[in-house]
């Protein structure tokens, strides 16, 4: 038999709270954390909101934070919610072999220098031309070698690696919008194969910066619905008109069985199943027919043995996009089948917009809560109904109802497709 995985631990830092708890109350509350962006001048961008983390206290990692304040946003929120997930747990309370405790991270890139760059940029032209080497110069003479590194989107791996000693199997993937829930997944399997005990799996990223904001907007994928920021990310609403982009992260301790029973472990649910696909089309559309999306929520399935009536929630990934929200609802539908309207979905992005890499670990979390509480967290600016998007979206107010077996659903930018089954804990 396939050694089992369970979740003993869980940490998370994003815009509806600083920690699971806050952030689960809020999403029961229907609140929003969309606002204006106030980590640059939006002024002149199409888009001019986002879903920022704001008053999160450095004092998280102890009574000095000053070595902290070079690493980027991501590393810095990756690292505050493993403490919390880690501590949570209790993991590291007993006797464990740091060689069989791993990390797998969906992490994005880090802080952009613009600053230093523009610096670059001024000393290097000359007469309307670039002199590459007094940009050189300058860079060599400008640049901090700490905030450079940061770039590197397997850093925050390294650093929970570092901070928790742990000396196992260290990966990072980065798969777009679907990178987090892959990362657990992957996970999973390597503590199923034996190669681990436990693993600190999860995701971090901010893309709210003048890059990010503008390539999305390159993309058309950005609400631009500035006059009313907490009504912007409107999920299979008909007057949808784009995503909100979000920030944040959210690690996970996942744990093989008997080890988290040894020691005695609180258990928050399991990991069933986890699928993975690829629509193998375009890079930033979803098939139409949703080939992608169907096979992996069927392999999910599949790999949990489960048929599909046992589900009783889909947290789906509901960006608020046009096509995305309608290509959801037609693989939930070929998924289902008869049972599709009676199957609840939503998506808790139009309370704490996109999150990026860190998305989907973030929606796995909401799912272990919503199997703990049995309470199915809504999706809000649900006002005008579509009619190519005519599923249960639990409109506007969460629900209480019960919920065993969850789907999580993360879609990613050049057509990679994750679901995971999350289940309440069995004996």
Request: aromatic share 6%; proline share 5%; hydrophobic share 40%.
């Amino acid at each position: 038999m396939r050694r089992r995985v369970v979740v003993t631990g869980v940490g998370c830092i994003n815009p509806m709270g600083n920690d699971v708890e806050t952030m689960w109350s809020g999403l029961k509350e229907s609140r929003s954390g969309v606002g204006y962006i106030s980590l640059f001048d939006a002024a002149k961008m199409p888009t001019r909101i986002a879903a920022e983390i704001r008053d999160w206290p450095m004092s998280e990692f102890g009574p000095d934070p000053s070595p902290w304040m070079k690493r980027g946003r991501h590393s810095r929120f990756a690292a505050g919610a493993a403490v919390q997930a880690v501590r949570d747990s209790g993991i590291l309370d007993g006797q464990l072999d740091p060689t069989r405790l791993g990390v797998y991270l969906g992490a994005g890139e880090g802080n952009q220098d613009f600053a230093s760059f523009s610096r670059m940029i001024v000393a290097g032209i000359q007469g309307g031309e670039l002199n590459l080497s007094k940009f050189i110069q300058c860079g060599l003479e400008t640049l901090d070698p700490m905030v450079e590194m940061e770039q590197e989107p397997h850093l925050p791996a390294g650093i929970i690696a570092a901070m928790f000693n742990a000396q196992g199997p260290n990966f990072n993937c980065l798969t777009a919008c679907a990178a987090s829930s892959q990362a657990v997944g992957e996970a999973t399997e390597i503590i199923r194969r034996g190669d681990a005990d436990a693993m600190l799996s999860g995701g971090a990223h901010s893309m709210i910066h003048p890059l990010g904001v503008t390539g999305f907007n390159l993309l058309t994928a950005l609400s631009t619905s500035n006059d009313e920021p907490t009504k912007a990310s409107r999920p299979f609403d008909r007057l949808r008109d784009g995503f909100v982009l979000g920030e944040g992260a959210a690690i996970v301790v996942l744990e093989e069985l008997e080890h988290a029973r040894r020691r005695g472990a609180r258990i928050y649910g399991e990991i069933l199943g986890y699928g993975s696909t690829a629509d193998a089309y375009r890079i930033t559309d979803i098939h139409p027919e949703g080939r992608g999306a169907i096979g992996c929520m069927r392999m999910a399935l599949r790999d949990a043995q489960l048929d599909p009536s046992a589900v009783h929630y889909v947290n789906a990934h509901g960006t608020s996009t046009s096509v995305n929200d309608r290509v959801e609802t037609v693989a939930c539908k070929a998924v289902f089948g008869e049972r599709a309207k009676d199957t609840p979905v939503s998506s808790t992005k139009s309370m704490m917009g996109h999150l990026i890499a860190a998305a989907g670990v973030t929606e796995m979390i909401v799912c272990l809560m919503a199997i703990r509480d049995n309470v199915l967290p809504p999706t809000i600016n649900y006002e005008n109904p579509d009619p190519e998007c005519d599923l249960d979206y639990i409109p506007n107010v969460a629900r209480e109802s019960r919920c065993d077996v969850a789907l999580n659903n993360s879609f990613g930018f050049g057509g990679q497709n994750i679901t995971l089954a999350i289940g309440r804990f069995r004996n």
